[in-house]
T-cell receptor, first 110, second 116 residues
Framework: RKEVEQDPGPFNVPEGATVAFNCTYS??????FFWYRQDCRKEPKLLMSVYSSGNEDGRFTAQLNRASQYISLLIRDSKLSDSATYLC???????????FGQGTRLTINP | NAGVTQTPKFRILKIGQSMTLQCTQDMNHNYMYWYRQDPGMGLKLIYY???????DKGEVPNGYNVSRSTTEDFPLRLELAAPSQTSVYFCASSYPSSSGGSYEQYFGPGTRLTVT
């Protein structure tokens, strides 16, 4: 089983819609989680860090389910500017490296 | 506070040439990383460093070398460029958690390298 698995998409949703995608991780020792967004041909940028059961920042909500080993990202009232690839990254205590998922590609349509 | 900076932004190399990709961070982060990303693919770790004088191989180190003489700088060296090294190269840095693990990483803008 891969350390991180994400549905690559693409997800095509209309502007204003709510969209959610999941990320599953295999290492039960993962304790922190990061969501990054990556625009085409640009560097990944940190969107959100999750250290407990979840986090919310404006229109973005991350929820962690440790029992089932997945973390979800919910985007409400989606904007055209939300179009990007979203990378899920679990962090493991003591691990000096992060494992980046392949990402989920999201396109918001006008 | 510039964060992570990389130079050059673009470079075209001929097969067999060598070059150094520069990476500097001004956040006093102990940990630094080099990744490559091929078109449509995910990030692959090339090398990383947990402090000055300490480096370790990642997933795809062949054909590359690194050094870390200061906290701020982590250059990546390509000795004999090959077409398979055509990629976008990202440098990243982070500070360590209390357990020694990596906290969130911050990325530079990348270097786009073409080897022909």
């Amino acid at each position: 089983r891969k350390e991180v698995e994400q549905d690559p998409g693409p997800f095509n949703v209309p502007e204003g819609a709510t969209v959610a995608f999941n990320c599953t991780y295999s290492n039960s020792a993962s304790q922190s989680f990061f969501w990054y967004r990556q625009d085409c041909r640009k560097e990944p940028k940190l969107l959100m860090s999750v250290y407990s059961s979840g986090n919310e920042d404006g229109r973005f909500t991350a929820q962690l389910n440790r029992a089932s080993q997945y973390i979800s990202l919910l985007i409400r009232d989606s904007k055209l500017s939300d179009s990007a690839t979203y990378l899920c990254v679990p962090g493991t205590q003591g691990a000096q490296k992060l494992v980046f998922g392949q990402g989920t590609r999201l396109t918001i349509n006008p | 506070n510039a964060g992570v900076t990389q130079t050059p932004k673009f470079r075209i190399l001929k097969i067999g040439q060598s070059m150094t990709l520069q990476c500097t961070q001004d956040m006093n982060h102990n940990y630094m990383y080099w990744y490559r990303q091929d078109p449509g693919m995910g990030l692959k770790l090339i090398y990383y460093s947990v402090g000055a004088g300490i480096t370790d191989k990642g997933e795809v180190p062949n054909g590359y070398n690194v050094s870390r003489s200061t906290t701020e700088d982590f250059p990546l060296r390509l000795e004999l460029a090959a077409p398979s090294q055509t990629s976008v190269y990202f440098c990243a840095s982070s500070y360590p958690s209390s357990s020694g693990g990596s906290y969130e990483q911050y990325f530079g803008p990348g270097t786009r390298l073409t080897v022909t």
